[in-house]
């Protein structure tokens, strides 16, 4: 069956340290993959796409890497700073115009 | 702009109850989207409209009925509430083309008792 998977358990970091998270995924062929951020109470909010064809994406801070071979997309934040901390959830885009989202990590950065 | 809104924000039904949750967003999109996020699930796709006069089943459609009334308005109706649907419902619209990120609502919290 198809899955997503992403760290359930929240990543505790330093105030500039680096953020890695986790997503993997099984029995998918995605087209794109997609990150989000979403904050307690609110609605996800979009943060970067990548395509299959492309092994990484960088948006100020934020970095996305995307390898198909390993079925894994990692999320970096660099210099992260205590309003990073949010959870955030990786979608794929398989078929048609559908996501499926994956259960998502909170990250804690502690100054 | 507004966005993505939602009406209500918070709901508590008694089980059997009907209730319209109300979704419009003024981005000129063509595709709108129901999902359900409950805790240790994620969200999950009830269903959504490709484009004005279309809908499909997501992936937990049961209970549940939509009408894309037109572009900018998507609505879900619970017929029969059940506690099983106590959850927080958020809408999304996205544009068609490369990208397809969605734009999301604030949610609405509903409890079933």
């Known amino acids: 069956s198809q899955k997503i998977e992403q760290n359930s358990e929240a990543l505790n970091i330093q105030e500039g340290k680096t953020a890695t998270l986790t997503c993997n995924y099984t029995?998918?062929?995605?087209?794109?993959l997609q990150w989000y951020r979403q904050d307690p109470g609110r609605g996800p909010v979009f943060l970067l796409l990548?395509?299959?064809?492309?092994k990484e994406k960088r948006k100020e801070r934020l970095k996305v890497t995307f390898d198909t071979t390993l079925k894994q997309s990692l999320f970096h934040i660099t210099a992260s700073q205590p309003a990073d901390s949010a959870t955030y959830l990786c979608?794929?885009?398989?078929?048609?115009?559908?996501?499926?989202f994956g259960g998502g990590t909170r990250l804690m950065v502690k100054p | 702009n507004a966005g993505v809104t939602q009406t209500p924000k918070f709901q508590v039904l008694k089980t059997g109850q009907s209730m319209t949750l109300q979704c419009a967003q003024d981005?000129?999109?063509?595709?709108m989207y129901w999902y359900r996020q409950d805790p240790g699930m994620g969200l999950r796709l009830i269903y959504y409209?490709?484009?004005?006069?279309?809908?499909d089943k997501g992936e937990v459609p049961n209970g549940y009925n939509v009408s894309r009334l037109n572009k900018r308005e998507f609505s879900l109706r619970l017929e029969s509430a059940a506690p099983s649907q106590t959850s927080v419902y958020f809408c999304?619209?996205?544009?068609?083309?490369?990208?397809?990120?969605?734009?999301f609502g604030p949610g609405t919290r509903l409890t079933v008792t």
């Open positions: 999304a619209s996205s544009n068609q083309g490369v990208s397809h990120e969605q734009y």
């Open positions: 029995n998918y062929s995605p087209a794109y």
């Open positions: 990548i395509r299959e064809n492309e």
């Open positions: 979608a794929l885009r398989s078929a048609g115009n559908m996501l499926t």
């Open positions: 981005m000129n999109h063509n595709s």
């Open positions: 409209s490709a484009s004005e006069g279309t809908t």
